[in-house]
């Protein structure tokens, strides 16, 4: 499985984005997927993950009520919208998928198998 992360960019504090994650691989519906962040001089952090069909999804406290995950598995993406922007979510955003046929979700970046290049969120205040 090959991810390819997209959608990034420079938005003023309060706007919105949507990252997009583009998988190749026919088993794409079969994995759950996760995203997180690195910013710069921290370590990568869980920001949300989605189980395999969609129908579970869970938050990083720090963005919950902000940003929506989910998933088109029929287009084989999966997406991340960002809402209420501020400066403290500026990182380089990562989507990850976990080579396993499960409903479950994971937020520990551990158990996730493929990662994508990873896309650039800049939040200006």
């Known amino acids: 499985v090959q991810l390819a992360e997209s959608g990034g960019g420079l938005v003023q504090a309060g706007g919105s984005l949507r990252l997009s994650c583009a998988a190749s691989?026919?088993?794409?519906?079969?994995?759950?997927m996760g995203w997180f962040r690195q910013a710069p001089g921290k370590e990568r952090e869980f920001v949300a993950t989605?189980?395999?069909?969609?129908?579970?999804?869970y938050y990083a406290d720090s963005v919950k009520g902000r940003f929506t995950i989910s998933r088109d598995n029929g287009k084989n993406t999966v997406y991340l919208q960002m809402n209420s922007l501020n400066p403290e979510d500026t990182a380089v955003y990562y989507c990850?998928?976990?080579?396993?046929?499960?409903?479950?979700?994971?937020?520990?970046?551990?158990?996730?198998?493929?990662w994508g290049q990873g896309t650039q969120v800049t939040v200006s205040s």
């Open positions: 989605i189980n395999l069909i969609g129908g579970s999804t």
């Open positions: 990850a998928a976990r080579r396993v046929y499960s409903a479950g979700i994971y937020s520990r970046a551990g158990l996730y198998d493929y």
């Open positions: 691989g026919r088993t794409f519906s079969s994995y759950p």
